[in-house]
């Protein structure tokens, strides 16, 4: 299911907003739809890294944003999401956004908005919408999603972007909770982006993580690995992120020396040759392409993801395997975490399972 970030950068659910259109007054599962029109007017400005100029298609409301920014990616890490607020405001008082999501990190080149894939947001890879009055909680009033236009974008990485917009007009839309699927609203209202250009950079040369993690100060991270020096570093006794404990922060920004839960040669880690499996932590060796791998007995294989060696019958989850995270049962394998009496059982809820996890690994039936 394809979800929406809006407002103060919270995600709504699409089921959230399939209700919302032109005139509701109440929208399924939120705060009530604006029912005010407005003519078109022209609009635009310079402000930030953004920049858009006026005009406007006729009978469309012409927005623009001053502060087109990075702000933040989905649950799973995709889709990601840049924007701002619109200029000017929309509707009511609360806030309005112009949002732009990007379904792949490296997207780039010249997109038609409204054809192909990008003609729906149930398949769009660029897609572009605007989130009208979003309230602290609830639906928004209305949500617009391009008809329309050209989008240009050059050299992208996750977070940081350049590009711009052309002649882009945004309809008033419902989107289908199950599929996604967006559906212009008859007779609903149109916005239109004449131009804007946009540069979103990092806060440092070379800053190749999020933005955010950047002098975040004593309550984030040093984050090592990130192309630049993080300024958090310097602070005392602050967790190194993503480096194991006993490891530290290079000059290079990696991660360098022998973490402290290491169990096997202290001569293997990390060694550029053999992916070594079982060793109380991840070796990155295991991220070489058909490196050896070594660890494992027989009748387990090497989860190189996890870099833990797991049952060949396992089914479930590899991270749940031996996690000291709970009993995962009717897994196909016994898991380690099953030996702990008082362990949560996972994976006994179907009907007819007592609760109970049997030291074969399968479910008590009552």
Do not use: K
Not at 85 to 90: W, Y
Not at 115 to 142: F, H, K, S
Request: with cysteine.
């Amino acid at each position: 299911m394809r979800r929406l970030m809006v407002g103060s950068l919270a995600v709504l659910a699409l089921g959230g907003l399939v209700a919302v259109g032109c005139g509701n007054d109440s929208a399924d599962g939120g705060e009530g739809g604006s029912t005010s029109t407005s003519t078109s007017t022209s609009g635009g400005g310079v402000g930030g890294s953004a920049s858009g100029t006026g005009g406007g298609d006729s009978g469309c409301i012409e927005v623009t944003t001053d502060d087109f920014a990075y702000q933040g990616a989905g649950m799973f890490g995709t889709p990601f999401y840049y924007g701002g607020a619109t200029n000017p405001a929309l509707g009511g008082a609360d806030e309005d956004s112009l949002l732009f999501q990007a379904y792949d990190p490296e997207l780039t080149g010249t997109f038609d908005l409204g054809a192909g894939e990008e003609a729906n947001y149930a398949t769009c890879m660029a897609c572009l919408l605007v989130i009208e009055d979003q309230p602290a909680e609830g639906d928004p009033a209305r949500i617009f999603f391009q008809q329309s236009g050209t989008l240009d974008l050059g050299t992208t990485s996750p977070y940081y972007i350049a590009g711009s917009l052309t002649d882009v007009t945004l309809v008033e839309i419902t989107i289908d909770s199950e599929t996604g699927e967006s559906t212009p609203v008859p007779d609903g209202q149109c916005l239109h982006v004449t131009n804007l250009s946009f540069d979103v950079q990092p806060p440092v040369t070379g800053w190749e993580c999020d933005p955010s993690y950047y002098d975040a100060g004593a309550e984030d991270y040093c984050d090592c690995e990130c192309g630049a020096a993080d300024p958090d570093c310097d602070i005392a006794e602050i967790p190194i992120y993503p480096c194991h404990e006993g490891q530290t922060c290079s000059t290079q920004f990696e991660c360098e020396g022998l973490p402290t839960a290491w169990t096997c040669d202290a001569n293997a880690f990390d060694d550029g040759t053999t992916c070594n499996c079982d060793c109380g932590v991840y070796d990155p060796d295991c991220e070489i392409a058909n490196a050896p791998v070594t660890g494992c007995t027989s009748g387990t294989t090497c989860n190189l993801d996890y870099g833990t060696c797991i049952p060949d019958g396992w089914t479930c989850e590899p991270a749940y395997y031996g996690a000291t995270d709970g009993c995962d049962c009717a897994c196909g394998a016994v898991d380690p975490d099953c030996s702990d009496s008082e362990a949560t059982v996972y994976g006994c809820d179907d009907p007819g399972d007592t609760g109970v996890c049997l030291p074969d690994g399968t479910c008590q039936q009552s």
